[in-house]
């Protein structure tokens, strides 16, 4: 078995006021597949995120990259942040410089590229986010999109192994959300792990590789999404089901089975095209 790009060891973190996020926690994530990070309101996502990105230290368990325990010195740190790029939910707070031109070369700046290379990697990630025409607008003055984007665009640019990205779908217009999946893809296809916390059912059954699920800072379950994300003590938990998962449920009530010759449609498309076979095999077997 490889090793897992992340893992968690029985990790848990508590918050100065006393609120215990995560509790003896233990997950790995698959290297260069797309994982989707699961769980109600107050799970724990947004701490899990912040420790595999090094920004909080576990008080207890141990935290690993390639196999290698994490270092909170600055050198390890840095190699983490290398690795390991996020964006997280609220862009106010990963936005400090006053365009988002500075703020997106502030990452390969600080790795000491050469100028020209840092120009390529700024100017390469503003087309990506589609976001040339605002890239010297103070950045106060951009809508929330942009700045979500400007955040996205500013990881891009560090060209990390693991992309985490915390809600990254949230306040995107379904055009910019479509074109986002582009990147998404292409990135996976280079060979980037993936990390995404969503509500989005759907979008996790249709994109994900692999599901994490959290319940109150406990695992509640891990795998692959098409089997996990079709469980009803998942759908339980969640409050709801992905929509082509529920009809496949109730198709095959009625005697239909979409999943047939182990095909597993993901997409309200697929699905479709699924029952167009199925139809056709019925005429003419
Ligand atoms: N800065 C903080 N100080 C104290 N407690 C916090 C802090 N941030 C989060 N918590 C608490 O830790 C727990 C986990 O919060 P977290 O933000 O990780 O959840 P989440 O799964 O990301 O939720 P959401 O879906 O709302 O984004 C919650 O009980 C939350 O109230
Ligand atoms: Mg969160």
Redesign the pocket.
């Known amino acids: 078995m490889t090793t897992p790009v992340l893992e968690l060891h029985e990790v848990s973190f508590t918050?100065?006021?006393g609120?215990t996020?995560l509790d003896g926690f233990s997950a790995g994530i698959t290297r260069g597949r797309r994982t989707a990070v699961l769980?109600?309101?107050?799970?724990?996502?947004?701490?899990?995120f912040s420790l595999l990105n090094g920004l909080k230290r576990p008080q207890k368990g141990v935290i690993k990259l390639n196999g290698e325990p994490l270092r909170y010195d600055r050198q390890g740190l840095l190699k983490l942040r290398q690795a390991v790029g996020m964006v997280f939910?609220d862009p106010d707070s990963q936005l400090f410089s006053a365009c988002i031109y500075e703020d997106i070369s502030f990452g390969p700046l600080n790795l000491g590229l050469p100028e020209a290379e840092i120009r390529n990697r700024v100017d390469k990630a503003l087309t990506q986010m589609k976001l040339t025409d605002v890239a010297n607008r103070p950045t106060h003055a951009l809508s929330f999109g942009q700045k979500k984007r400007a955040c996205i665009a500013g990881v891009l640019a560090m060209q990390p192994h693991v992309l985490i990205l915390?809600?990254p779908f949230a306040g995107l217009d379904p055009v910019m959300a479509k074109e986002f999946m582009v990147v998404l893809d292409q990135l996976h296809q280079d060979g980037t792990s993936l990390i995404i916390?969503t509500?989005d059912l759907d979008l996790a059954y249709a994109w994900a590789d692999d599901v994490i699920i959290?319940q109150d800072?406990h695992l509640l379950t891990q795998g692959k999404a098409s089997e996990q994300l079709v469980l009803p003590s998942v759908h339980n938990e969640l409050g709801a089901a992905p929509l082509v998962a529920e009809l496949g449920r109730v198709l095959a009530l009625t005697g239909t089975d979409v999943y047939g010759n182990g095909y597993h449609p993901r997409t309200g498309t697929e699905l479709v095209q699924a029952l167009i076979h199925q139809s056709r095999q019925e005429i003419d077997p």
């Open positions: 918050y100065p006021g609120v996020a769980g109600r309101n107050g799970s724990g996502k947004t701490t899990l939910q915390d809600e916390a509500h959290l800072g």
